[in-house]
């Protein structure tokens, strides 16, 4: 990789993340006792939208948005992909349903989503705000890396980056402590694997933010749980993928 790429990915990560802790800076400054105007505490709904933003300037800045835009929908909607969304959703809900019933959880889906109503508007608010996320970390971070570094090194790096930046929300918005943000944060870098190679097999940010979706909505059980099926799931591939190799 071209050396003034790579520093330029590293200052956009950088930049990221300082902009997006700034979102819940307001937000840990009241929590510590200092008066903040209300209207400084509603940045951390900007929290989102960093990344997106931050592409957008970075991507113009070097006469580079038309490619990155385009890249974010590089091939046509598969209905393989689609599939695949449709069969993850269905192996969360039934997880988190046989969860539930293990655990005798029997308010799991109801704690969540109270209404019909609910479910709509969080599948809709979750997907607009996973077409902001999968936009910048997969459709600018990833595609720029995997074209210099190749697929491996661009999804950790891509997954550890993008762990890091939900640190300040698990923190400071969740008040997680540091054993339960270490779960979440392996959870991260393990989703970011299935997303990225999700998105680099159908190069379409909007499937990509529905797969996206559906990990939010439909694997509601502790994440320590999903932790553990998607390590599960991961090492069927392997084993299935050595098989064939053989």
């Excluded at 800076?25 to 209300?38: A, C, D, K, W």
């Excluded at 270490?182 to 991260?188: L, M, R």
Aim: glycine share 6%.
């Amino acid at each position: 990789m071209n050396k003034n790429i790579f520093v330029r990915i590293v200052l956009w990560t950088i930049s990221v993340w300082a902009f997006s802790f700034v979102c819940y800076l307001p937000m840990l400054l009241e929590q510590n006792g200092i008066g903040v105007p209300p209207i400084l505490t509603a940045a951390k709904y900007l929290f989102v939208v960093v990344p997106f933003v931050i592409s957008v300037v970075f991507s113009s800045a070097h006469s580079e948005f038309k490619k990155w835009l385009t890249g974010l929908f590089a091939e046509k909607i598969k209905l393989k992909s689609i599939a695949f969304c449709a069969v993850t959703g269905a192996i969360g809900l039934a997880f988190s349903f046989l969860y539930s019933l293990i655990a005798k959880e029997q308010n799991l889906f109801t704690d969540n989503y109270p209404t019909f109503f609910s479910i709509i508007a969080g599948s809709a608010y979750l997907f607009v705000t996973a077409l902001a996320e999968e936009s910048a970390w997969r459709g600018y971070l990833l595609n720029k890396l995997s074209d210099g570094k190749g697929t491996p090194f661009a999804l950790i790096y891509t997954g550890i980056a993008w762990a890091v930046w939900h640190i300040p929300m698990w923190t400071i918005r969740n008040s997680l402590g540091i054993g339960e943000t270490a779960i979440y944060f392996i959870w991260t870098v393990l989703l970011s694997f299935v997303l990225g190679k999700f998105f680099l097999t159908y190069k379409n940010v909007i499937t990509t933010a529905l797969l996206h979706m559906l990990f939010n909505i439909c694997f509601i059980a502790p994440v320590q749980y999903n932790v553990g099926l998607l390590c599960l799931a991961a090492a069927t591939v392997l084993v299935a993928a050595k098989k064939k190799r053989c």
